[in-house]
């Protein structure tokens, strides 16, 4: 009789788990193929969106015919993994071509570059090169509509605390007039405009420099160049220094060294035999702390960086990217 008992709890507890695990699968926050159920969860949103100030005008714009994107989905649960090199990377984002449109954006928007510039001691040359990674000088932007993209990630359920968030930031935008909910277009996660900044950092960094009452990311050179230089500078961004040079690293040279979790004077660097690509001293003064970046190794490209590239990196937390950055606004002003 135990014996028929310790079967029968452990088929119960089998048949329970595997319940749940089905539960799990099919819940509303993470099925977005029943209409009935997203619907239900849209009215709740709702209901809490009237209850945080957003007006019914602005959720009946912004909710008209909504429904979850597929794509949206496909794209979140199955990014790929692409195994690029540094080097490799760099020749995908940075071709001669982007470098030659970059410098001819450069000079079409020189005045107002300089004018902003100054404001926000930023360099010209770093929101030019962002501008241009993000999306080719506001060339690709994203064609996905950002209401349907972040409710779709919000319902969706893997970072739906994230997404939740982002989609009132995006309302707000639309209740505070910035744009139409139609014409509010972004990459599939829901980054807007020329300078790719999610609803929450267009809430947090988004300027409007024309004065007109509107902040347009989307179409106007100078909120997209103001709002880029307000991000940095509240970040942290060092006027009239730059994010780091290329080196050479000594052999043999300690591995745990490499990386931005180790960070010394530039002074220390040298004395360990870190140098300039052809043998020069690194610079003396400033005597900036620095860490060694190596993003395919010892063995390959080497760079020291300073504290504007931790600032480039709160922008995108990749070592790529934001090599890319400062070796773009280099090769920008560099003939």
Known sequence: MAIKR???NRRSLFILTVSLFV??????AQSADNPQRFGEWLEDFRTEALAKGISQETLDEAFNGLKPIPRVIELDRNQPEFRLTFSEYL?????????????????????????ISQCYGVQSRFLVSLWGI?????????????????????????????????????????????IAASKMKGSWAGAMGQIQFMP??????????QGDGRIDIWGDPGD???????????????????WGRKVRLPRPFNQRLVGGKTRMRLSDWQALGVRRPNGPALPRKPDLMASVVAPDGIDGKTFIVYDNYRVILKWNASDFFGLAVGILADRLVRR
């Open 6 to 8: 310790s079967y029968v």
């Open 23 to 28: 539960s799990v699968l099919t819940s509303p």
């Open 91 to 115: 020749n995908r984002v940075i071709p001669p071509s982007r470098v030659v449109r970059g410098r001819k954006k450069f000079g079409d928007h020189q005045t107002l570059l300089a004018e």
């Open 134 to 178: 993000e999306t080719d000088f506001g060339r690709s932007t994203g064609g996905f509509p950002v209401i349907g993209a972040t409710a779709t990630l919000a319902y969706e359920g893997r970072r739906s605390r994230f997404f939740r968030n982002e989609l009132f930031h995006a309302l707000r935008i639309l209740e505070n007039g910035h």
């Open 200 to 209: 929450s950092s267009f809430h947090n960094f988004a300027v409007d420099y």
């Open 224 to 242: 997209v160049f103001a709002s880029a230089a307000n991000y940095l500078s509240q970040s942290g961004w060092v006027a009239k220094q730059i």
